[in-house]
Nanobody, 125 residues
């Protein structure tokens, strides 16, 4: 599968962006979980949100609940990350990834099998 993340850009603090993750080669239906992660300069990659493709269950980093929303469009084979009330500290490269395994925890990068190339989000003051 190839994952294409898009939608990043420059936005002022308080603004919104919607990121998209499109799959090609295989559909998201072949995978159990689709996740979004982010990596700020000099920091480790961290969990943002995840969604189970079949049931649509969603999971969020505690610090992002209420501002970020993950969703999926089965017909378009695309997962979205709606980001509202953006803060300067949300500046990072955002990556989407898919998880095949039945038992891997959605929170850990090591449990994901394929990653997109990332899209840069820059939040300015």
């Amino acid at each position: 599968v190839q994952l294409q993340a898009s939608g990043g850009g420059l936005v002022q603090a308080g603004g919104s962006l919607r990121l998209s993750c499109a799959a090609s080669g295989r559909t998201f239906g072949n995978y159990r979980m689709v996740g979004w992660f982010r990596q700020a300069p000099g920091k480790e990659r961290e969990f943002v949100a995840a969604i189970s493709w079949s049931g649509g269950d969603t999971y969020y980093a505690d610090s992002l609940k209420g501002r970020f929303t993950i969703s999926r469009d089965n017909a378009k084979n695309t997962v979205y990350l709606q980001m509202n009330s953006l803060k300067i500290e949300d500046t990072a490269v955002y990556y989407c990834a898919v998880q095949r395994g039945a038992f891997g925890h959605y929170y850990y990068t090591s449990t994901y099998d394929y990653w997109g190339q990332g899209t840069l989000v820059t939040v300015s003051s």
